[in-house]
């Protein structure tokens, strides 16, 4: 590309390098490599459609100009970063962004009105899933893809399906984290014409959502790995140390006792409770210990009769079972 025609020869230099890094980095007006991957850079800055066109040659005359008048050093690093100036100057990425989010937010409305689901504060994205089902007329397997809205949940994956062409509910379907085995992202490619995300079951089943971005597949992963983190390292459970008295287990026996003869527990309840007490693994309560400072514990029952029988007595005066 002939830009510069005069000057000394220290300036023709100068243009000639900075021709040389222009066809670089823009490209000329064939559908160069080059000038492919601008016009990508240039997407990616909101700036599209006509608009490029008229960009690219104001890169192309500011450079030129600046470069004429030893305003701009002809180096790639100078160049480039000039170029990135003017594309930032020229960009309506907010506008788009701002219109993305707006647009967003009425199809948030228009899902929670017709599949009466609530997406407040919860992470969501609209996508295509991929299922291979049987067909009822000819009773063979097919490929079948319905437009889904994926709502990330704290141990699920909920997935609403809705048909393509009749825009109709084609019902909902979880995916719960401890019935998943992996994720598996494969990027758009040569040989991918969209990204995917591959869902691996226990059951060997594989469930494809295509058209997902990696933005929100890091927002599944994120999901899923937070969900193994807590229930692979639970929280080590912190040792009680348990200082139990003899004292405190017959304090607590004749509690129990005083609740029995006020008619709060029956009698099955205050056996169980007793013989929990007298069989606490940690430290027994000794029946030397119950004799030595005469700790009443509770009256006797009859099992034959129910009657009460005295302290000591082998024998149940009403009945005369023994004990």
């Known amino acids: 590309m002939e830009l510069f025609n005069s000057g000394s020869d220290v300036q023709k230099q100068k243009k000639k390098q900075a021709e040389k890094i222009l066809d670089e980095l823009v490209g000329g007006l064939m559908p160069t490599r080059t000038r492919i991957d601008f016009f990508k850079r240039m ?143 494969d990027a758009r490619g040569k040989l991918h014409l969209s990204s995917s995300v591959i869902i691996n079951t226990k059951s060997a089943e594989h469930i494809q959502l295509k058209f997902v971005t990696d933005d929100n597949f890091n927002l599944m992963n994120n999901a899923f790995e937070s969900y193994l983190e807590k229930t692979h390292n639970p929280q080590q459970a912190v040792p009680i140390q348990q200082n139990i008295s003899t004292t405190s287990d017959a304090d607590e026996l004749l509690k129990y006792a005083e609740l029995y003869e006020k008619g709060l527990l029956t009698k099955e309840e205050f056996d169980a409770k007793k013989q929990q007490i007298l069989n606490r693994d940690n430290i027994p309560l000794k029946e030397e210990y119950v004799n030595e400072n005469e700790v009443e514990l509770a009256p006797k029952f009859c099992p034959n009769c129910g009657a009460p029988v005295e302290k000591g007595s082998n024998f149940c005066t009403d009945c005369g079972n023994k004990l």
Request: proline share 1%; net charge negative; with cysteine.
């Open 43 to 185: 997407g990616a800055k909101g700036i599209k459609g006509t608009q490029q066109e008229k960009v690219r040659s104001k890169v192309v005359n500011t450079i030129k100009n600046e470069v004429e008048n030893n305003e701009l050093e002809p180096t790639t690093e100078a160049i480039n970063q000039r170029i990135e100036e003017i594309l930032n100057e020229n960009s309506n990425i907010y506008e788009i962004q701002q219109k993305a989010e707006t647009k967003k937010l009425i199809k948030k409305g228009e899902i929670e009105e017709k599949f009466g689901v609530d997406l407040t504060n919860k992470q969501w994205f609209q996508c295509s899933i991929e299922e291979v089902k049987y067909s009822t007329f000819t009773n063979q397997r097919v490929r079948n893809i319905d437009t889904a809205y994926v709502i990330i949940n704290e141990d699920n994956f909920e997935i609403i399906k809705e048909s393509v062409w009749l825009k109709s509910n084609m019902g909902t379907r979880k995916l719960f984290f401890y019935n998943i085995t992996s994720l598996d992202f």
